[in-house]
């Protein structure tokens, strides 16, 4: 009896030592696996963790691929082998893991998903800006503010100071090392394009946007910035108007990490408004998200077309609500730069469908003219 107590006291011990060696082999040199956070697949400004949980390690290694025709809905979660140059797997809203290049799926058992979805959760918290609407985030970079900006593709930053503003802040670069850095992030030139970016100020990253070019008054000498340039935040509108301005707050809900949420918040007329922006600012991974609704041959088309236009402006459209509560039909007109066959009108014409009422609306069908 008491050999048999040992023998079975011993084996739990052996068989938990047995998989810590192995969970701690897998973590070390190649095999160790990453888990990362980035805004679109091509930003460099990344953060990533390791991952400890040897369950998603082990799934991940000896996969159970599963073929599938669906589409997936991707989030901005990416794992990769650690020191290995193979494409990194991405993870969709549901925690499934893809292999894009082959179609394939792997789904990981129910206790690994939540941690992953744990450990991306925290990740994301330090990725992204905090939402923070404009009558709190103008005093938090008040007048004469000093205020660090950082760049949500490239992850450079820079420093600027608040010199106006009413409807949203009005910065310049600190000094000319500073401006070398904005031409760097806005390395086409000067435009009035907007770009994500996080605002850090005393600890705080809030979420933001910013246009890059130089306008109006110059308060900094020697900066070498001739003028301010215009930093929004969530609820803030440009001089002109008293609403907030829908590219700007495109770009602040990409800082926050919250795309998603802020399209399945919009209506039909805004989705159509939000692609033809999106499509302006050559945003891919925000045009994916606005067409997951449409067959990929469509999406992908689109993105293939995007590349041709050196520039869309929206025009008017209308929305045309159906008869049935869940169907809603928009036209949108918008001026086009082609690379070779120069500007032109395009229509867009889109279906938009939702489950009952209450349900996020989706594009279904697309056509462009």
């Not at 992204?128 to 007048?143: H, I, N, P, T, V």
């Not at 609704?293 to 041709?308: N, T, V």
């Given at each position: 009896?008491?050999?048999?107590?040992?023998?079975?006291?011993?084996?739990?011990?052996?068989?938990?030592?047995?998989?810590?060696?192995?969970?701690?082999?897998?973590?070390?040199?190649?095999?160790?696996?990453?888990?990362?956070?980035?805004?679109?697949?091509?930003?460099?400004?990344?953060?990533?963790?390791?991952i400890?949980?040897?369950?998603?390690?082990?799934?991940?290694h000896?996969?159970?691929?599963?073929?599938?025709?669906?589409?997936p809905?991707?989030s901005?979660?990416?794992?990769?082998?650690?020191?290995?140059?193979?494409?990194?797997?991405?993870?969709?809203?549901?925690?499934?893991?893809?292999?894009?290049?082959?179609?394939?799926?792997?789904?990981?058992?129910?206790?690994?998903?939540?941690?992953?979805?744990?450990?991306?959760?925290?990740?994301?918290?330090?990725?992204y800006?905090?939402?923070?609407?404009?009558?709190?985030?103008?005093?938090?970079?008040?007048?004469?503010?000093?205020?660090?900006?950082?760049?949500?593709?490239?992850?450079?930053?820079?420093?600027?100071?608040?010199?106006?503003?009413?409807?949203?802040?009005?910065?310049?670069?600190?000094?000319?090392?500073?401006?070398?850095?904005?031409?760097?992030?806005?390395?086409?030139?000067?435009?009035?394009?907007?770009?994500?970016?996080?605002?850090?100020?005393?600890?705080?990253?809030?979420?933001?946007?910013?246009?890059?070019?130089?306008?109006?008054?110059?308060?900094?000498?020697?900066?070498?910035?001739?003028?301010?340039?215009?930093?929004?935040?969530?609820?803030?509108?440009?001089?002109k108007?008293?609403?907030?301005?829908?590219?700007?707050?495109?770009?602040?809900?990409?800082?926050?990490?919250?795309?998603?949420?802020?399209?399945?918040?919009?209506?039909?007329?805004?989705?159509?408004?939000?692609?033809?922006?999106?499509?302006?600012?050559?945003?891919?991974?925000?045009?994916?998200?606005?067409?997951?609704?449409?067959?990929?041959?469509?999406?992908?088309?689109?993105?293939?077309?995007?590349?041709?236009?050196?520039?869309?402006?929206?025009?008017?459209?209308?929305?045309?609500?159906?008869?049935?509560?869940?169907?809603?039909e928009?036209?949108?007109?918008?001026?086009?730069?082609?690379?070779?066959?120069?500007?032109?009108?395009?229509?867009?014409?889109?279906?938009?469908?939702?489950?009952?009422?209450?349900?996020?609306?989706?594009?279904?069908?697309?056509?462009?003219?």
């Amino acid at each position: 009896m008491i050999v048999l107590a040992l023998a079975l006291a011993w084996l739990p011990e052996n068989n938990l030592h047995a998989r810590s060696a192995v969970t701690k082999e897998e973590m070390n040199g190649h095999s160790g696996l990453q888990l990362m956070v980035k805004s679109s697949p091509t930003a460099i400004f990344e953060d990533h963790d390791m991952i400890k949980d040897p369950d998603i390690v082990k799934a991940v290694h000896s996969p159970n691929w599963q073929a599938s025709d669906e589409v997936p809905r991707f989030s901005d979660l990416y794992i990769s082998r650690e020191g290995v140059s193979a494409p990194s797997f991405r993870v969709d809203a549901s925690g499934r893991i893809w292999d894009e290049t082959q179609s394939k799926m792997l789904v990981l058992p129910g206790k690994a998903a939540a941690n992953l979805q744990q450990s991306a959760e925290a990740l994301r918290a330090k990725h992204y800006g905090q939402l923070l609407d404009w009558q709190e985030a103008e005093k938090l970079f008040s007048r004469k503010a000093y205020f660090v900006i950082k760049d949500m593709e490239t992850g450079l930053s820079f420093r600027v100071q608040r010199r106006a503003g009413h409807d949203h802040a009005d910065v310049q670069p600190v000094t000319k090392a500073d401006t070398e850095i904005m031409k760097q992030i806005y390395n086409k030139g000067w435009t009035w394009d907007r770009k994500a970016i996080i605002a850090e100020k005393d600890g705080r990253q809030i979420a933001a946007s910013m246009n890059g070019m130089p306008h109006g008054g110059d308060g900094i000498p020697e900066n070498g910035f001739s003028g301010h340039f215009c930093v929004h935040f969530l609820n803030s509108s440009t001089h002109k108007s008293e609403n907030p301005d829908l590219p700007h707050q495109l770009m602040v809900h990409k800082a926050a990490g919250k795309l998603r949420n802020y399209f399945a918040d919009s209506s039909p007329y805004l989705l159509g408004q939000g692609l033809i922006e999106a499509i302006h600012h050559e945003e891919p991974e925000m045009i994916r998200l606005l067409t997951e609704g449409i067959p990929k041959e469509q999406s992908e088309a689109l993105l293939s077309q995007q590349q041709d236009w050196r520039s869309i402006r929206r025009k008017d459209g209308l929305e045309l609500p159906q008869e049935e509560s869940w169907l809603s039909e928009v036209r949108m007109e918008a001026e086009t730069l082609h690379a070779t066959r120069g500007k032109r009108l395009m229509r867009f014409h889109s279906m938009f469908v939702r489950m009952s009422p209450i349900s996020p609306w989706e594009m279904k069908e697309l056509i462009v003219s």
